[in-house]
Structures are given as C-alpha cells and as structure tokens.
C-alpha cells in the first residue's frame, strides 16, 4: 500500500485561489470537495491554503500526507446507493497563524487570491476588544480577516479590483453581513484610514450562506476497506452524506469567481437567503425535533429508527406535507423536492443519529424550528395543526423527566427546567396553562392563542394514557 503524498498522487499545481480559515472535517468534505471538482469540471484551476483557527499544532493531513486526503460519499441520492470515493488534491499548503504569521500575511498579496472561505464556529465570528491592530497575530478571526485585507488595500494602493470575495460557513444568521460589520468595527477600533472601510464596502463581497451536509469524519468501521480500494494509507480519510447544498446570497456574477455552473454541484446564488434557511430550519431541523420528542417516547433511539417505524413515518410524512411546507415562502415544487431529499437523508443506512444528541436545549429548538410553524399555519388556518400540537405535547411530557420508569435525556438552561418542574409538580395534572404564560421561555404569551390551553391539556393527557 502506498502513502500518500504528493509525490505518490501527483495533480495540477495552480495558483492560490482560496484562503480557508478552519481545517476540520466539515470544510474538506465540503468546500474542499467542491473546488477539487471545479478544477476537473470548470476550470477553476485555484489551489487551498488552509489556515488553522486556533492554537494547536499542525493537522497530520498537511505535514504526513501533503494535504492529499480521500473523501468518501455513502448513501442514498434519488433512490439509489452512493458509494464514491474521490482523491482530493487541491490542498496546497498548511500555514499556522501562530508561528508564520509574515507567512500568512504575505499570501494576501498573491495577485490570484480571490476567495476566502471559513469555518471558526458560531463563536468565531465575535468582536474582541483586546485585539489590537498590532497583534501577530490577534486572537480572533474578524480580527485577522481586517489586518489581511489592510495589507491587501495597501500592497495595491486601494485597486478596487484587487478585493476579495468571503463565503463563511459558519452557522449564523447573516454570517457574511455580521464578518463585514465586525471587520469594520476593527478599522475605527484600530483608527485605520477612512479609505480602507470605503475599500471594504466596495471591493470586497461578504455573502451571506447557508450550508447543508452531514459530514460524519474518519470511517473507523471501513476505513482499511477504502485503502485496499484506493491503494493509499490514508489515515485522514473524510466519510460524508451523498447529499450537499450550499445557498450563496449573491448576484449571477458571483459565477465568475465559483464557477459551478453545468457541473452537477447543488450551489445556489440566489438575491434573498431568508427563504431557504427557513426551509431548512422548519423541514430538516424542525422534522429532527419533532421526531426526537415524539419518537422517543415511543421507544425509538435513531433517526433512522424513526422513519422505518411505520406510525412514526406516517406522522412525519403528514406533519412535514400538511404543516410545515405550507409556510415556507418558496415555489411548493421546490419545497416538496427539498423535503424528499431529507427524508432521503434521514434513511441513510450509514449514519447513526442518535435522538439523544438532537434532544438537547429541546425547548429552545422547539421555539426556533416547529412554534413559528404553527403560530403561522394558525395565523392563516385560523385552526391549530393537529400534528405540531401533538409534538408541543411530546416535548411537555418529555421534560417531566421520567417515561415508564426510564429517565429521559432532558438537558437544558436551569430556567427552563425550573418552569418545566413547575408544570410538573402535579405528576397526573401538569399546569400546561401557566407553562404556556411563560413568555421569557416562549417569546410571548401562547395562552393568547385561542383554544391552544385546552387541546395542549387534552394531547397530554393522552400521551400519559398511553
């Protein structure tokens, strides 16, 4: 068996295209594994850099195997098996913040450079006072990001055609337009000439994104299998889902510098991204939380367990179809296709979701992904949704803690389980009513909403006499 090296599995050298901030499982089963395929299919012909977001040493995939790695696709796509295996060689080099930072900075003058993508978590993404404009480097990423792009504005002496175009992973609300709005508040933080902000504004993009794919890492259980397939030791193989969708709020011409085009990827430019991430929170999130409250106390532990169980399939086929995509504000097609492809995912014999992870900060899940649903479906239907009723009551009968004897896997803010004790200090009759008035957990009152008080009561009593 050979290892893996660039020497071993020579490719293209091209330019520096792409300065990635995070170099995690996520980043190169995704984003790493899009461009590979633009340099084949489109002739992006643009190499990585990949940056380190914290202090730590340098990954095994850029010192031992050159940034060579195997991405691993298993599943299902359209009804049918997914087993490929694709050689990523588009890595070109590893540079860590912390010890090369004239390093990092120099590659900001690269005239190719074009893109910088990132994944630093939902925290990466925050401004820090103490940063300072003369740190080597400074601690947070907006921070970095403002010093780069300084360099970049002085190495051309404000060419607005020298900018760069961000495309952050990060899951946050608006991830672009939050990186662009710190990276100003650095530039008045550090007192940076009023022409740099002006050049930000209108030489760099910031596009707001939303990402999608379950990325689940090394494939301890098969991982010899694909080396004996490849010929490679590849001790940093990545094993994903078949399906991807990467949502870029951005104009057509964002096509010119990800060129994904006629190449089979399921990009989409597109001018609002509000709509899609609804979609996204209220059918996959939303279908997650409800499956986990309802599912749980029916004695199933996975999401796939879930969907093959017969009732529990139906409920989720009538909640999604009947509920939930009637309230998303996109063409009904695409919804309706969007939802197939998460019941698609969720039958994946290869990933083994755990109802217990997704049942964490239910509460909180519960207000963000199915309540907004079912004010709207009400708002509209003036009749409250059977179905998202039913799965309220789970998520009530699933804090009381106890079910037929086994405690449940509640985890949540010490408020919360304070109110859901509360409720539950009569074990037979729980206080639905005052729980409901609780407007710091919900938002608002929902003893406002007419009639939910009672059948909220009536639904609950049925799951405990069940």
Same mark, same amino acid.
């Given at each position: 068996m050979k290892e893996l090296n660039k020497k071993s599995s020579p490719a293209d050298a091209y330019p520096i295209k792409v300065l990635q901030f995070g170099d995690g499982n996520f980043l190169r089963g995704f984003a790493d594994w899009m461009i590979d395929i633009l340099n084949e299919k489109a002739s992006f012909h643009g190499s990585v850099v990949t940056v380190a977001p914290l202090r730590r040493g340098r990954p095994a995939v850029t010192d031992d195997q050159e940034g060579r790695y195997h991405v691993v696709l298993r599943g299902l796509s359209n009804g049918k098996r997914v087993d490929d295996v694709r050689l990523i060689t588009c890595l070109d080099q590893y540079v860590d913040p912390y010890s090369e930072y004239e390093k990092l900075i120099s590659i900001t003058d690269v005239p190719s450079l074009q893109l910088i993508i990132s994944n630093t978590t939902e925290a990466g993404i925050t401004f820090h006072p103490g940063d300072i404009d003369k740190d080597s480097p400074?601690? +947070?990423?907006?921070?970095?990001?403002?010093?780069?792009?300084?360099?970049?504005?002085?190495?051309?002496?404000?060419?607005?055609?020298?900018?760069?175009?961000?495309?952050?992973?990060?899951?946050?609300?608006?991830?672009? $337009?939050?990186?662009?709005?710190?990276?100003?508040?650095?530039?008045?933080h550090w007192g940076l000439p009023s022409g740099f902000a002006e050049w930000v504004n209108k030489a760099c993009t910031f596009s707001n994104t939303l990402v999608d794919r379950i990325v689940t890492g090394y494939p301890g259980d098969y991982a010899q299998q694909i080396m004996e397939r490849t010929g490679y030791k590849d001790e940093r193989i990545v094993a994903a889902e078949p399906y991807h969708l990467w949502v870029i709020q951005a104009n057509a011409s964002m096509n010119n510098v990800f060129p994904v085009d006629g190449v089979g990827l399921n990009v989409k430019f597109v001018s609002d991204l509000t709509p899609y991430r609804t979609s996204k929170v209220r059918v996959l999130n939303g279908a997650h939380t409800a499956m986990t409250l309802v599912g749980y106390l029916r004695g199933l532990r996975t999401v796939r367990e879930a969907v093959e169980d017969r009732w529990m399939s139906e409920f989720l086929d009538k909640l999604v179809a009947d509920e939930i995509l009637p309230t998303i504000p996109l063409p009904q097609s695409e919804v309706k296709e969007y939802a197939t492809a998460v019941f698609e995912r969720f039958h994946n014999p290869e990933i083994?979701?755990?109802?217990?992870?997704?049942?964490?900060?239910?509460? +909180?899940?519960?207000r963000a992904r199915l309540l907004p649903t079912l004010l709207d479906r009400y708002k509209v239907t003036q009749q409250l949704p059977k179905r998202l009723v039913h799965v309220f009551a789970a998520l009530i009968v699933f804090y009381r803690g106890q079910w037929k004897g086994e405690s449940l896997p509640v985890s949540d803010s010490a408020e919360t389980l304070e109110a859901f004790k509360v409720c539950w200090q009569d074990q037979s009759r729980p206080d639905v009513r005052r729980l409901l008035?609780?407007?710091?957990?919900?938002?608002?009152?929902?003893?406002?909403?007419?009639?939910?008080?009672?059948?909220?009561?009536?639904?609950?009593? $049925?799951?405990?006499? +069940?």
């Open positions: 400074p601690d +947070s990423f907006p921070a970095k990001v403002t010093q780069l792009l300084y360099r970049r504005f002085n190495t051309y002496k404000g060419d607005v055609s020298k900018g760069l175009t961000f495309l952050p992973c990060e899951l946050i609300e608006n991830n672009g $337009d939050v990186l662009r709005s710190i990276v100003l508040q650095y530039a008045k083994k979701h755990e109802l217990k992870s997704i049942a964490l900060n239910s509460v +909180s899940k519960f008035a609780n407007e710091a957990i919900w938002g608002l009152d929902l003893t406002t909403i007419k009639g939910l008080p009672e059948e909220l009561e009536r639904c609950v009593r $049925d799951i405990l006499d +069940s």
